[in-house]
């Protein structure tokens, strides 16, 4: 992923596949979806993993986009 910093540094960071999931979601997806049921739909497509657990690591992921600058922000939970 390359994107720049609140700085406005150019930065280049390794995402897994669950990370460029949920970019591609946010890039496509309607306004009215919460970030909660994002990462439920996401959740469908990994049935090795609860929807628990790309819940909460989705959270920290956003969390940290936010921080990084890469996404300006989302809907709550």
Do not use: H
């Amino acid at each position: 992923l390359i994107y720049r910093d609140p700085d406005f540094d150019v930065q280049f960071t390794e995402i897994n596949g669950l990370t460029w999931l949920l970019l591609e979601r946010l890039r496509e997806v309607k306004i009215t979806l919460t970030a909660r049921q994002i990462l439920e739909q996401i959740a469908a497509d990994f049935p090795q993993l609860t929807v628990q657990q790309v819940v909460d690591g989705g959270e920290q992921t956003l969390q940290e986009l936010v921080t990084c600058g890469v996404i300006i922000g989302s809907r709550t939970f």
